[in-house]
Structure formats: C-alpha cells, structure tokens
C-alpha cells in the first residue's frame, strides 16, 4: 500500500538560513508527488509537483524539490527562508486508484528571528 | 477569478443540530473532495465525487453526508452533530481528466458544544 512519512513532525529554521523538509514515500509504480503549504488558519496550497522528467522541480515561492528514486524521497528545499514561510508543510503521493492523494501528517516549520 | 469556497469559516454550534457545510468552485473542475482534519494530524478523506450525482465514502469513516447536484457545488451535511465532530473540514477540487493535483478552499472549523 503506498504511504508517505514526513519524519520531523516540528523544524525550527533561523529566518535566512537553508531549508529541507524531508519525505519518504512508498509507491509501486511510478509516483505523482506533491508538496502542500498551509498557513494557519487557511487551506492548503501546491508549492510544486513531479510528474515525470527533471527530478529537480521548481516551485512557487522559491521553493524547489528534489525526487530521489533509489532513496524514495522527495524532500522540499529552499536557499535562504524568510518569516512567512512559518506554516505547515504536506507531502502526498497519488493513491493507486480514483485520482486520490495519499497524506504525510506534516511538518511544522517554525522561523527564529 | 476561478476560486473554490468555503462557507462557513467559523461554526460553533450546540449538539444534535443539523448543519450543512457549503463548497463551491468556479474553475470547472470535475472531481471534488472533502477532509477533515485534526491538529498536527494528516488530512483524511471523508467523500470524494467525479461529477454530478456521483459521491463515495472515503476512506476515513464519517456521519456525514454530502450531495452533487451542480457541479460547482458540493456540500457536506451532518443530521446530528456531537462534539466528536468538532474539527476542521477542507473541500478540495481537481481538473478535468487524469489529473491527481488538488485546489483546496480556506476551510471550515466545526466546533461543537
């Protein structure tokens, strides 16, 4: 059965430092990962997703992700992180069947000033 | 501007009353989703639908019931509510076609006294 595991449930980052947000999936055939920001308070947005081709993907906000084959990751990174960027961030994979998404539980990113 | 909504943002309410929890969309899109979600939790899925009168029970089990007249509207309904139904409730929507990436509203947050 595919899953998806988001191993640090908080992170605390130094606002301008570099960020990666890790994630593991596990899925047969070939995946369709996607990576979620919610802020507070609010639904969930798409930073970026991998499909097919270039395993390095480049997202909205300044956010890229890396998909690792041979380590079934996907992990989300970002240079320098500023304090909006404080949120929670999902990780999902396409589930086998009816076009739906299988959830990480999250990672809460916490920005020191 | 193509949007999905969610009314309403806030709800608390007393136990067995009946509330009906409102999702639109305006971009089209076919395949629509309801989530609840706890805090610090990942989002489960409550009932999906591919279109018009065609609705599915996910996979986490609800009391709920929803409803797809229209396409654009997918409302979620609770005949009796009762404080393990306090959470929140996130509807989503995706495009027409094989598509697994999801647009989701602002959110409700049910409590219930």
């Known amino acids: 059965a595919q899953s998806v595991t988001q191993p640090d449930i908080h992170i605390t980052v130094s606002e301008g430092a570099s960020l990666e947000l890790r994630c593991n999936y596990s899925y047969g055939a070939t995946p369709y990962l996607f990576w979620y920001v919610q802020s507070p308070g609010q639904g969930l947005q798409l930073l970026l997703k991998?499909?097919?081709?270039d395993t390095l993907v480049q997202g909205i906000k300044g956010f890229e992700a890396e998909f690792k084959r041979s380590q079934s990751s996907f992990n989300l990174r970002k240079p320098s992180v500023h304090w909006s960027d404080a949120a929670e961030y999902f990780c999902a994979v396409r589930g086998d069947s009816n076009y739906q998404l299988i959830w990480g539980a999250g990672t809460k990113l916490i920005i020191k000033p | 501007e193509a949007d999905i909504y969610q009314t309403p943002r806030y709800l608390v309410i007393g136990t067995g009353k009946k509330i009906t929890l409102e999702c639109s969309q305006t971009m089209g899109h076919d395949k629509m989703y309801w989530y609840q979600q706890d805090p610090g939790m990942e989002l489960h899925l409550i009932h999906y639908s591919y279109g018009v009168n065609s609705t599915e029970k996910g996979d986490l089990s609800s009391e709920s019931t929803v409803s797809r007249i229209r396409t654009e509207h997918f409302p979620l309904t609770l005949e009796s509510a009762r404080p393990s139904h306090t959470s929140q409730y996130l509807c989503?929507?995706?495009?027409?076609?094989?598509?697994?990436?999801?647009?989701f509203g602002p959110g409700t947050r049910l409590t219930v006294t």
């Open positions: 991998y499909f097919s081709g």
């Open positions: 989503a929507s995706s495009p027409v076609g094989i598509s697994y990436e999801q647009y």
